[in-house]
């Protein structure tokens, strides 16, 4: 069994930033690779970012140069740090998590509930 656990989201001006975390926990936890997705009303789900095994990152154009994805394997945690956010970024931002990288950034397993992101004019 596996549980996410999202934070971080809200309310924030156009060129602002926020913090959003991710903690898995389970007895596959340790185990998980993971990614973040994020949907927009009536927009079709988009994978923000994805973080391999060895730490190789992989980014969606929309968001380069102000997302970043990083990982506490420790704490079995990933994060997406957002800068300069944009009103387009305002969606519902998704955790996803699987044993497999190329299945977390296709067809996830495990899927966080989601949490809004809302950026203001």
């Known amino acids: 069994q596996v549980q996410l656990v999202e934070s971080g989201g809200g309310l924030v001006q156009a060129g602002g930033s926020l913090r959003l975390s991710c903690a898995a926990s389970g007895s596959i936890a340790s185990r998980l690779r993971m990614a973040w997705f994020r949907q927009a009303p009536e927009k079709q789900r988009e994978l923000v970012a994805g973080?391999?095994?060895?730490?190789?990152?992989n980014t969606a154009n929309s968001v380069k140069g102000r997302f970043t994805i990083s990982r506490d394997n420790a704490k079995n945690t990933v994060y997406l740090q957002m800068n300069s956010l944009k009103p387009e970024d305002t969606a519902v931002y998704y955790c996803?998590?699987?044993?497999?990288?190329?299945?977390?950034?296709?067809?996830?397993?495990?899927w966080g509930q989601g949490t809004q992101v809302t950026v203001s004019s």
């Open positions: 996803a998590a699987d044993v497999l990288y190329s299945r977390v950034i296709t067809t996830p397993t495990y």
């Open positions: 973080i391999t095994s060895t730490g190789t990152t």
